[in-house]
């Protein structure tokens, strides 16, 4: 059974910088790509970044681009997301999928943590 | 961008109807269209890839048609399990891209 399990949320001041960890299980994680999606409070779906399974290609939001990283250690099943210059807007939950094989849609979800940015 | 365009934003229905929702790519995204299920509290989950299939652990009263740039999700018969917001997402090009989400709630 595929396993997600997010953490690293936290209240943050704008500005500030926050890692994300998604500890994966139950699946071949060096053979999948992955990616990050957050939610605002009350709000739709927003993909965030990608990464390829290899730990090469990766992909950003615009709205994140020059100040997330999306990153990987295979050797630990583990998925990150380094934020920095975090904004008001960047406040949201932040799910860890892992995407389908060959594919960039999201087959299983973690539970996600929630990033809250405000002084 | 490819921007996704979902519709109506809420769609309230009585217990045993049937639901259509829409979602409309701005250009071509082919097969490349996903749905998702989402319920208060809870991470979404993935309900149908290629625009028609079926994912895991769904009953065949869901189903997802069309190609291109126009695509509709099919609740045949309402259960009450079945309220909760669905989102489509095209995985055709990047960045991936979302709609805003179709709220299915008890008439």
């Known amino acids: 059974e595929v396993q997600l399990l997010e953490s690293g949320g936290d209240l943050v001041q704008p500005g500030g910088s926050l890692r994300l960890s998604c500890a994966a299980s139950g699946f071949t994680f060096s053979s999948y790509a992955m990616s990050w999606v957050r939610q605002a409070p009350g709000k739709g779906l927003e993909w965030v970044s990608s990464m390829i399974g290899t730990g090469g290609t990766t992909y950003y939001a615009d709205s994140v681009k020059g100040r997330f990283t999306i990153s990987r250690d295979n050797s630990k099943n583990t998925l990150f997301l380094q934020m920095n210059s975090l904004r008001a807007e960047d406040t949201a939950i932040y799910y860890c999928?892992?995407?389908?094989?060959?594919?960039?849609?999201?087959?299983?979800w973690g539970q996600g943590t929630l990033v809250t940015v405000s002084s | 961008e490819i921007v996704m365009t979902q519709s109506p934003a809420t769609l309230s229905v009585s217990p045993g109807e049937r639901a259509t929702l829409s979602c409309r790519a701005s250009q071509s995204v082919s097969s490349n269209l996903a749905w998702y299920q989402q319920k208060p509290g809870q991470a979404p989950r993935l309900l149908i890839y290629?625009?028609?299939t079926r994912a895991t652990g769904f009953p065949a009263r869901f189903s997802g048609s069309g190609s291109g740039t126009e695509f509709t999700l099919t609740i045949s018969s309402l259960q009450s399990e079945d309220f909760a917001v669905y989102y489509c997402q095209q995985y055709n090009g990047w960045p991936l891209t979302f709609g805003g989400g179709t709220k299915v709630e008890i008439k």
């Open positions: 999928a892992k995407d389908s094989s060959g594919y960039y849609y999201a087959d299983s």
């Open positions: 290629g625009a028609s």
